[in-house]
């Protein structure tokens, strides 16, 4: 088939990079324009470059970044991978949707909205269709959106684990890497050498992201679940990969050793449907005494294009009646642009695009 025209949105910041870095020879997809705001115009990908750890091609180096214009990438393109800034997202967002173009964002603006997908393809891939009752989705456009990158790296075990044994209260803790607060992260004076127990509207987001990522899809309503979500979150001085701690307790009881088989064995839609961004195992278990590390597992996946699109459990423990583990999920690439990459492939697979 005909590779499908792309915009990227924020191409100046570290999300939109790797938009840029995982659409480099897509088979689905070929980037069309880079857009960011206007004092960005012009500007080469190499004078904006914050992502240190690609070799980007050198078409993608030469490429120009361009203003946002929406009646133009609604001409050249039939989608926008949008890694802008939630204070300037939505409303750009919506007015592409209207313009008829297919939106897959890593903003927050839309996520909780009632016929707006907050998609984990792995987690609930049935709920892309509620796209169907946008109001766009008559001229073509549409707004699907990933999670935020904390909720991202536990709702894949989560789902597994909710399947098989049905949970009834989780707490997380988070250790979330400074890459996730966008380029140039946390002060150094700051983060160096100290963790920062404050993460603006963290933790609301995960309790309320998680409820609809778990919940069902009854006619025209997101249904969200009932398990009992307690979650803190903290800021620690490590470049990528954000590190979680969970103590959850089933309904179901479970042995540490079915625990550890539901989560090698998961599988779901995209690698059902074998798509380019989906890794062979979306969770991997580690079973060393030391693991997940953000410094080794971060970029863990399959194939190479999956790199850092599993997330890795460890330290899978029992006590009392509680499960306890640690996961690991890459926060820019699985918790980020890699996420809003896999939807449209999946978007692709229903025939939405």
Sequence with gaps: MSKIKVAVLGATGMIGQRFVQLLEGHPYFEIEGLYASERSEGKKLREALKIRDHEFTEESLEMRISAI??????????VAFSGLPSDIAGGIESELASAGVAVFSNAANHRMEADVPLLIPECNADHIEMV??????????????NANCSTTGIALPLKALDDVFGLDTVVASTYQAISGAGYPGVPSMDILGNVIPFIKNEEEKMETELAKI????????????????????????????????????TRKDATVEEV???????????????????PLRPIIVRRENDRPQPAIDALAGEPAR????????????????????????????????G???????????????
């Design 69 to 78: 214009d929406v009646k133009e990438i609604a001409r050249s393109s039939r």
């Design 132 to 145: 169907r009752r946008q109001a766009s989705f008559a001229n073509g456009g549409f707004i699907v959106t």
């Design 214 to 249: 778990l919940g069902s899809m009854e006619g025209d309503a997101f249904v969200p679940s009932k398990v009992q979500m307690l979650v803190n979150c903290a800021r620690v001085p490590v470049m990528d990969g954000h590190l979680e701690s969970l103590v959850l307790s």
């Design 260 to 278: 550890v088989k539901v989560l090698e064995n998961f599988r779901s839609s995209p690698q059902e449907l074998q798509l380019p961004s989906a």
């Design 306 to 337: 999956a790199r850092g699109m599993s997330t890795v459990a460890g330290r899978i423990r029992k006590k009392n009646n509680f499960i306890k583990l640690f996961v690991l999920s890459h926060n820019t690439i699985r918790g980020g642009a």
């Design 339 to 353: 996420g809003s990459v896999l939807n449209a492939e999946l978007a692709v697979s229903r025939r939405l695009l």
